[in-house]
């Protein structure tokens, strides 16, 4: 895909279970890194889940707050990945190794799509982002310091600074 300038943009999807706590937050923190560096027209970025539990609900409150009270605007509806994801996004960057197995069942043959585990980027080496829905606030705080290191990473692995 193209952008204006006529250069080529990486398309990114954020994937978790409901897409309701961390996919949206990864989706979010990675949104607001690109856009303080001058990057948002060189991305298309988005996340939905691999279940269908919450499609079409808002971010939850919890995940929305963490994002808030650490200046990262959230705006999203929930979703459910969808085949045409496959050959849409260049980067589908799951939070567990249960969803990378989701994604890789659900995946058409000839996919172009890379899927692989967020965490893989942590420079502290954290390769599971884990659900914090049915635990206390500091889940969502540790995911949130998780997706910023993430985000960093993986823009520098793709030549950024």
């Keep these: 895909m193209n952008n204006s300038n006529g ?3 990486t398309n990114v ?4 279970l409901g897409n309701i706590c961390r996919s949206t937050m990864a989706e ?3 949104k607001h890194a690109i856009e303080k560096r001058g ?14 539990y919450h499609v079409g609900q808002n971010p939850d409150p919890r995940s929305f707050e963490t994002c808030r009270q650490n200046g990262v605007p959230m705006k999203h509806k929930a979703r459910q990945v969808q085949e045409e994801d496959f050959s849409k996004y260049d980067y589908i960057l799951c939070m567990d190794e249960e969803n990378q197995r989701d994604l890789e069942d659900m995946a058409p043959k000839g996919h172009r799509a890379t899927i692989k585990m967020f965490g893989t980027y942590d ?8 659900d914090p829905y049915y635990g206390p606030q500091g889940g969502f705080d540790r995911n949130f310091a998780q997706c ?3 985000t960093d990473a ?3 692995s793709l030549g950024y600074e």
């Design 7 to 9: 250069a080529s943009t």
């Design 13 to 16: 999807l954020f994937v978790c």
């Design 28 to 30: 979010a923190v990675f």
């Design 39 to 52: 990057l948002s027209q060189e991305f298309n970025v988005d996340s939905a889940g691999t279940a269908s």
């Design 123 to 130: 420079p502290r080496g954290d390769r599971i982002i884990k």
């Design 148 to 150: 910023t290191r993430c």
């Design 154 to 156: 993986f823009l520098e």
